[in-house]
């Protein structure tokens, strides 16, 4: 049975950064994309980073490239979320996903990846 269970939301101010993790257990399949999905009140999800588990490749909305990270530890199954200089309008509800047998592009565009976190909010705010 696989669980997603995420952690590390906060309140910070704009400029601040948070780190978020992601621990995804019970997966047998080597090939999975894993990544981050944010809500905020009255919009739309959206995707914000993913990863491919079998080879690294990472992928980013244009709107937190080259402030926000993902990476993992394999030896926990654990990935994480680094979001530095952070924004009012990055303020959401993050969630982390698990879909078996998608890459990190294809993991982006999916509607409904299969496994969901239960979601940390991120709160950017002076």
């Known amino acids: 049975q696989v669980q997603v269970v995420e952690s590390g939301g906060g309140l910070v101010q704009p400029g601040g950064s948070l780190r978020l993790s992601c621990e995804a257990s019970?997966?047998?399949?080597?090939?999975?994309?894993i990544g981050w999905f944010r809500q905020a009140p009255g919009k739309e999800r959206e995707a914000v980073s993913c990863?491919?588990?079998?080879?690294?490749?990472?992928w980013y909305a244009d709107s937190v490239k080259d402030r926000f990270t993902i990476s993992r530890d394999a030896s926990n199954n654990t990935v994480y979320l680094q979001l530095n200089a952070l924004k009012p309008e990055d303020t959401a509800v993050y969630y982390c996903?698990?879909?078996?047998?998608?890459?990190?592009?294809?993991?982006?565009?999916?509607?409904?990846?299969?496994?969901w976190g239960q979601g940390t909010q991120v709160t950017v705010s002076p």
């Open positions: 996903a698990v879909h078996i047998g998608a890459n990190a592009h294809a993991m982006a565009y999916l509607i409904n990846p299969t496994y």
């Open positions: 019970g997966i047998t399949e080597e090939y999975y994309g």
């Open positions: 990863l491919t588990n079998s080879d690294g490749t990472r």
